[in-house]
């Protein structure tokens, strides 16, 4: 039997969410070791399944693209990120306990693009790479494991040839901040199709993506597999996925922003319509 199903960008990421918090390599590092989610809109819902309650989601990022421009959250205003140690939550920066870390321990990290040969990529406005400075390298000289919760909303054509360009030294004009991105081709990728495979048993295609009135960066699902899993799965998103609301909007003031930007410096009164 197939069945199929459109998920809103709010909605595909309750659905990582939820998927994510359930693997039970994650469930272990949570409550025997060290489960460390850097911010960002998507592993903020992450956060919120395994605490079993509500964080303030539109104020867990860094970087974001808000308004129609790529933005920086400023440090005052960014929720702390969740760092679990043995099923406790750690009042702590997760690279403080970089040093901490042994076997079965995990980073999610969230994701700016995705393709179809499993390269995610990651925008970094921070000229030190920012959490991918601070973790990738020092997750990979451990051999440990980086989830990247990155919904099909973002699938590009190829990462790696988008890498090829950018950087903040490099660009001339932007509309918006200044970025570099990173090219990671040995990550663990968690799309919908991921998530519908671990919690259901199904095989999902992205069959379609896009939409108005609401539904903009949609993508539509087909799931395949016994009719008892399709209904399964169909009834799990009827129930607990769709109505998702959209993540409310924050943006900083350009005037103190001390990220590169072409709005970087600017009064309220100043910005172009769509950014006041």
């Not at 509500?54 to 959250?73: S, Y």
């Not at 760092?83 to 403080?96: D, I």
């Not at 699938?155 to 660009?171: D, F, M, Q, W």
């Given at each position: 039997m197939q069945g199929l199903f459109t998920l809103t960008p709010a909605e595909s990421k309750r659905l990582l969410g939820k998927a994510l918090a359930a693997l039970p390599e994650v469930q272990n590092a949570k409550m025997k070791g060290y489960l460390l989610i850097s911010r960002g809109s998507t592993t903020a819902y992450v956060a919120e399944e395994l605490l079993g309650e509500k964080v303030a989601k539109e104020r867990a990022?860094?970087?974001?693209?808000?308004?129609?421009?790529?933005?920086?959250?400023?440090?005052?205003?960014?929720?702390?990120?969740?760092?679990f140690h043995k099923g406790q939550v750690l009042p702590v920066e997760p690279g403080t306990v970089l040093d901490k870390l042994s076997r079965g321990d995990i980073v999610i990290k969230g994701g700016n693009a995705v393709d179809a040969f499993g390269n995610v990529g990651v925008l970094m406005a921070n000229p030190a790479g920012g959490t991918m400075g601070q973790f990738y390298m020092a997750m990979k000289a451990r051999g440990l494991e980086i989830i990247y919760p990155v919904g099909l909303e973002k699938l590009i054509p190829s990462v790696e040839e988008a890498a090829r360009y950018g950087g903040t030294?490099?660009?001339?004009?932007?509309?918006?901040?200044?970025v570099g991105l990173a090219c990671v081709a040995?990550?663990?990728?968690?799309?919908?199709?991921?998530?519908?495979e671990s919690l259901f048993g199904l095989d999902a295609v992205c069959y379609a993506a896009g939409g108005w009135g609401g539904a903009e960066?949609?993508?539509?699902?087909?799931?395949?597999?016994?009719?008892?899993?399709?209904?399964?799965?169909?009834?799990?998103?009827?129930q607990?996925?769709?109505?998702?609301?959209?993540?409310?909007?924050?943006?900083?003031?350009?005037?103190?922003?001390?990220i590169p930007c072409s709005f970087q410096g600017k009064d309220t009164k100043d910005l172009p319509d769509f950014l006041k």
């Amino acid at each position: 039997m197939q069945g199929l199903f459109t998920l809103t960008p709010a909605e595909s990421k309750r659905l990582l969410g939820k998927a994510l918090a359930a693997l039970p390599e994650v469930q272990n590092a949570k409550m025997k070791g060290y489960l460390l989610i850097s911010r960002g809109s998507t592993t903020a819902y992450v956060a919120e399944e395994l605490l079993g309650e509500k964080v303030a989601k539109e104020r867990a990022m860094a970087g974001q693209v808000i308004r129609g421009v790529l933005c920086v959250l400023s440090a005052e205003e960014r929720a702390k990120p969740v760092t679990f140690h043995k099923g406790q939550v750690l009042p702590v920066e997760p690279g403080t306990v970089l040093d901490k870390l042994s076997r079965g321990d995990i980073v999610i990290k969230g994701g700016n693009a995705v393709d179809a040969f499993g390269n995610v990529g990651v925008l970094m406005a921070n000229p030190a790479g920012g959490t991918m400075g601070q973790f990738y390298m020092a997750m990979k000289a451990r051999g440990l494991e980086i989830i990247y919760p990155v919904g099909l909303e973002k699938l590009i054509p190829s990462v790696e040839e988008a890498a090829r360009y950018g950087g903040t030294l490099t660009l001339g004009r932007t509309i918006g901040a200044r970025v570099g991105l990173a090219c990671v081709a040995d990550g663990r990728v968690f799309t919908e199709i991921e998530a519908i495979e671990s919690l259901f048993g199904l095989d999902a295609v992205c069959y379609a993506a896009g939409g108005w009135g609401g539904a903009e960066g949609s993508v539509t699902l087909i799931v395949e597999g016994p009719d008892e899993d399709v209904n399964r799965c169909l009834d799990f998103i009827e129930q607990k996925i769709k109505g998702e609301p959209p993540l409310p909007g924050v943006k900083g003031p350009c005037k103190t922003c001390p990220i590169p930007c072409s709005f970087q410096g600017k009064d309220t009164k100043d910005l172009p319509d769509f950014l006041k």
